[in-house]
Structure formats: structure tokens, C-alpha cells
């Protein structure tokens, strides 16, 4: 077993992904669940401050929900990247429902 210093695996990580602009920890951020139809999005201030905002009404008691990946993306990439970054797969409609993964013909 293995132990490694925080600084040991930010260098780590730096190596990986070297055009990271940045990294910090947000444990109130991260408990924000994924959505491929988000009804919020994630900015971030001067000093890392973090801000989460509505982008569609959100009802008392609907989930405040987020995208960990590119929207643009087809529903494919979208899964994809999901599963390799994140290690689950979307099964949000925008990625299941044939009638909304397809544009129409």
C-alpha cells in the first residue's frame, strides 16, 4: 500500500494533464450531480471562488444539476467522456431517448 502527499499527486496530475489552468477542491461543488439538460452551470470568481447559477427555473425541491462534460457534444462523445473521466454512464434522456439523441431527418 502506497501513501502519497497532496503535493506528490498534484505533481502527478500536472504530469497527465500539463494545459490544466488550474485545480482546486469544492466539497460543497461536488455535490452537484450530472445532467446532459443542466439547470445550472459553474463559473469561477477572483480568487477561486466558486458560483453556481440557474441557467432555467428550479422549482423548491427539483435537483440542481450540472455538466461535467461539453454539451455540444454528440450523446456518444458525451457517454464516452463520461465513463472514461467520471466512470458512469449518462442515462439522462438527452442520451437514451432516440427521439432526442437523433436530429430530425
Do not use: W
Not at 500536472?14 to 490544466?20: A, F, G, S, V, W
Not at 439547470?39 to 423548491?60: D, H, K, L, M, Q
Not at 425541491?61 to 455538466?67: F, K, L, P, R, W
Amino acid at each position: 500500500f502506497k501513501t502519497f502527499t497532496f503535493a506528490r499527486l498534484y505533481f502527478q496530475f500536472q504530469l497527465l494533464h500539463p494545459y490544466t489552468l488550474g485545480s482546486g477542491l469544492y466539497p460543497g461543488a461536488a455535490m452537484f450531480n450530472h445532467s446532459c439538460a443542466p439547470n445550472a452551470v459553474v463559473s469561477f470568481g477572483p480568487g477561486g471562488v466558486i458560483r453556481v447559477r440557474a441557467i432555467s427555473p428550479v422549482a423548491e425541491g427539483d435537483e440542481v444539476c450540472i455538466a461535467y462534460v461539453e454539451l455540444y457534444a454528440t450523446a456518444d462523445a458525451r457517454r464516452v467522456a463520461l465513463k472514461q473521466k467520471k466512470a458512469f454512464i449518462c442515462a439522462c434522456r438527452r442520451c437514451t431517448d432516440p427521439a432526442v439523441r437523433s436530429p430530425p431527418a
